[in-house]
């Protein structure tokens, strides 16, 4: 999705995206309790549409207080609903329509009021006969006061909820709006919505325990100084939370970046190619797939100077002269041919300028990988930094595809449907 567009454009985009991945946009209900955190929900209903979704609001009655049915009804574009016992709204018993009419139920926040309703089956107004009609599955979003979080029955409730199937996001923890800290937070509006995407998202790697590296290495020339590359991060960082969408235990093996941990996800921090190749040979016996996405420095310092170089210690006017010696090349030897090779899925990028076809071809024979996913870092808008990429997949024995130019959410949705496609055959074939 580009950034310049305007809302209706963004929303069609958001929707034709989806269309095109054969993940169509979904029918979302939100619901809201009467917490201070709703005043967060316009963004949550904000980013749902932008991803794509319809979605429809209804609030408690105390809800309405902390957040305005104006704002909602704007930001979704429908009519907010409020009472059950409205004649206006119940014409064609509306409460049962909009329970029927959801493919997911958000109840954001969840207050510690309406986590016991939900509980204990009461019907007691819109937001919980809608609870109790629907057969849609139900995502929770808890905030309240941490005495309220703690509390037994606050507790049990929760537990009742989980037996039966009802996801949760949150609560974080830090500051709250009654002055005291600890957990009870709601959790951010984003993090919200890609839980969302998660429980909408068929589990096709459920079971399934992934590896995906991500980011540039940094190789020290001394305690101040690195040598490292324009890698942000944000390609491995989309692949982990797609991954983590799809079901898949996802381990994230990250050089620096700025990026938060997405959803899910475990994150090994690591700084040099030495730590990258050591992280990645403890975790990647007990995964099935492993997808290199790291800007691993090809050479490092022969040594890294253990006090800082300063230039006072050298010749005036001499310039410094380094040596470099080659660091490992962590997707050869993980994916390389043998026994343990045939029953993991390894996929591996190529940064290439210039003949990106050409050179990602020798690449992928070299390496042995079973999908080589190739940028082309000449382009302004694709790449390095950038928030969207253009990639090409190459396959052993299979034709190039382009994929065209896609923010790197849904390059990560290409790129994990191949790998799907991959074990696909694979298990067909055993
Ligand atoms: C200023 C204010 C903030 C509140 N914040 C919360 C909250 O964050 N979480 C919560 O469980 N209850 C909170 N409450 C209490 C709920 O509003 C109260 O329990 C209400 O009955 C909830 O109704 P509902 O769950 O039907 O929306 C707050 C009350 C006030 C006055």
């Known amino acids: 999705m580009r950034d310049d567009q305007t809302g209706p454009a963004r929303d069609r985009e958001?929707?034709?995206a989806r269309e095109e991945r054969g993940?169509?946009?979904?029918?979302?209900?939100?619901?809201?309790?009467?917490?201070?955190?709703?005043?967060?929900?316009?963004?949550?209903?904000?980013?749902?549409?932008?991803?794509?979704?319809?979605?429809?609001?209804?609030?408690?009655?105390?809800?309405?207080?902390?957040?305005?049915?104006?704002?909602?009804?704007?930001?979704?574009?429908?009519?907010?609903?409020?009472?059950?016992?409205?004649?206006?709204?119940?014409?064609?018993?509306?409460?049962?329509?909009?329970?029927?009419?959801?493919?997911?139920v958000i109840v954001a926040p969840a207050t510690a009021n309406l986590l016991a309703r939900m509980a204990h089956g009461l019907a007691d107004d819109l937001v919980t006969t809608v609870l109790l009609a629907t057969r849609a599955p139900v995502l929770v979003a808890p905030a309240m006061n941490l005495n309220m979080w703690?509390?037994?029955?606050?507790?049990?409730?929760?537990?009742?909820?989980?037996?039966?199937?009802?996801?949760?996001?949150?609560?974080?923890s830090g500051e709250l709006a009654c002055g005291w800290e600890?957990?009870?937070?709601?959790?951010?509006?984003?993090?919200?919505?890609?839980?969302?995407?998660?429980v909408l998202c068929p589990d096709t790697l459920a079971g399934e325990r992934v590896l995906i590296t991500a980011g540039g290495t940094r190789e020290a020339l001394d305690p101040v100084r690195a040598l490292t590359n324009r890698s942000s991060g944000k390609?491995?960082?989309?692949?982990?939370a797609e991954a983590a969408?799809?079901?898949?235990?996802?381990?994230?093996?990250?050089?620096?970046?700025?990026?938060?941990?997405?959803?899910?996800?475990?994150?090994?921090?690591?700084?040099?190619?030495?730590?990258?190749?050591?992280?990645?040979?403890?975790?990647?016996?007990?995964?099935?797939?492993?997808?290199?996405?790291?800007?691993?420095?090809?050479?490092?310092?022969?040594?890294?100077?253990?006090?800082?170089i300063k230039k006072e210690d050298l010749e005036p006017d001499a310039g410094l002269r380094l040596e470099l010696?080659?660091?490992?090349?962590?997707?050869?030897?993980?994916?390389?041919?043998?026994?343990?090779?045939?029953?993991?899925?390894?996929?591996?990028?190529?940064?290439?300028?210039?003949?990106?076809?050409?050179?990602?071809?020798?690449?992928?024979?070299?390496?042995?990988?079973?999908?080589?996913?190739?940028?082309?870092?000449?382009?302004?808008d694709a790449g390095f930094e950038t928030d969207t990429n253009a990639v090409i997949l190459l396959e052993p024995g299979a034709g190039p595809e382009e994929l065209p130019l896609l923010p790197k959410g849904e390059v990560a949705a290409r790129i994990l449907d191949r790998v799907d496609k991959i074990r696909g055959e694979r298990s067909s074939r055993s």
Not at 156 to 171: A, C, E, F, K
Not at 184 to 198: D, F, K, T
Not at 235 to 240: D, N, R
Not at 354 to 377: F, M
């Open 14 to 16: 958001g929707r034709a």
């Open 23 to 104: 993940r169509p946009p979904r029918r979302i209900v939100v619901v809201s309790g009467g917490g201070i955190a709703a005043y967060k929900i316009p963004d949550l209903v904000r980013k749902l549409v932008r991803a794509g979704h319809s979605v429809r609001c209804a609030l408690t009655p105390a809800a309405a207080s902390f957040v305005s049915p104006l704002a909602l009804q704007t930001v979704s574009g429908e009519p907010v609903r409020q009472s059950l016992l409205d004649p206006g709204e119940e014409g064609q018993i509306g409460h049962i329509d909009l329970a029927d009419w959801a493919e997911l």
């Open 182 to 198: 600890g957990a009870g937070r709601m959790s951010e509006p984003a993090a919200i919505a890609e839980v969302a995407e998660s």
């Open 150 to 172: 703690d509390h037994p029955a606050t507790r049990q409730n929760l537990d009742i909820l989980r037996s039966r199937g009802v996801h949760m996001v949150g609560p974080d």
């Open 235 to 240: 390609m491995g960082y989309a692949l982990a």
């Open 245 to 308: 969408r799809r079901g898949a235990e996802v381990v994230l093996v990250s050089a620096p970046t700025n990026l938060p941990i997405p959803v899910g996800v475990r994150r090994v921090d690591v700084e040099s190619a030495l730590e990258m190749r050591s992280a990645v040979l403890d975790e990647i016996d007990a995964c099935g797939i492993a997808i290199c996405c790291a800007a691993v420095a090809d050479f490092r310092p022969a040594e890294a100077a253990s006090r800082k």
């Open 325 to 380: 010696v080659r660091n490992p090349d962590i997707l050869a030897e993980i994916a390389a041919p043998g026994g343990e090779r045939a029953r993991r899925v390894v996929v591996g990028f190529a940064a290439e300028s210039h003949d990106v076809i050409g050179a990602s071809e020798r690449k992928l024979a070299r390496k042995g990988c079973d999908l080589l996913v190739a940028n082309d870092i000449s382009r302004r």
